[in-house]
């Protein structure tokens, strides 16, 4: 959580989800580093409800779901 830069924060200078977003918006937000996602029993066990859905994933690798 908040381990990396948001992406849309950095490019465009606002980011739509706003305080709610998972990643930084500034070093200022910046935390340690997060445990490795490989490391939690849950990570991808789960299917990816918007990827089931739509086809297709906006957060692609990123996604915490499995596709």
């Given at each position: 959580y908040k381990t990396k830069l948001c992406e849309k924060?950095?490019?465009e200078g606002e980011c739509p989800y706003?305080?709610?977003c998972v990643?930084?918006?500034g070093e200022s937000e910046m935390r340690g580093a997060a445990p490795k996602f490989n490391d939690n029993?849950?990570?991808k066990t789960r299917p990816c409800q918007r990827f089931a859905?739509?086809?297709a994933?906006?957060?692609g690798e990123?996604?915490?779901f499995a596709h």
């Open positions: 924060f950095e490019r706003h305080h709610k990643f930084a918006h029993p849950l990570y859905e739509q086809g994933c906006p957060y990123k996604c915490q």
